[in-house]
């Protein structure tokens, strides 16, 4: 079963840091492209970041730009996102995504074929 699963979600005040990891099993992920995207309640799902399998392609939402770091490493098929000085509006719930059919990078959601459960973020001010 092809699975992703993210990890590191949690309560943290404005201006603190965390660490998501988003790990895959059934099928390796390193020639993947893979992006996070966060949902907030009532709103919809949008783009984080997306880095290409070999790292050298990364796009990053203008929200999110210069405070996180979206990072991979393929021979543990996991991805990361370090997020810094998180403000109460990144409180949102994440998500890990692969898009397993491009070669490049994108923000488009419906291009992803594989997602994880989620894994909760809040940020208290």
């Known amino acids: 079963q092809v699975q992703l699963s993210e990890s590191g979600g949690g309560l943290v005040q404005a201006g603190g840091s965390l660490r998501l990891s988003c790990t895959g099993s059934?099928?390796?992920?390193?020639?993947?492209?893979m992006g996070w995207f966060r949902q907030a309640p009532g709103k919809e799902r949008e783009f984080v970041a997306a880095?290409?399998?070999?790292?050298?392609?990364?796009h990053y939402s203008d929200s999110v730009k210069g405070r996180f770091t979206i990072s991979r490493d393929n021979a543990k098929n996991t991805v990361y996102l370090q997020m810094n000085n998180l403000k109460p509006e990144d409180t949102a719930v994440y998500y890990c995504?692969?898009?397993?059919?491009?070669?490049?990078?994108?923000?488009?959601?419906?291009?992803?074929?594989?997602w994880g459960q989620g894994t909760q973020v809040t940020v208290s001010s």
């Open positions: 995504a692969a898009d397993s059919a491009r070669g490049f990078v994108t923000s488009d959601r419906e291009q992803y074929d594989y």
């Open positions: 059934g099928r390796t992920f390193s020639r993947d492209t």
């Open positions: 880095s290409s399998w070999g790292g050298g392609n990364i």
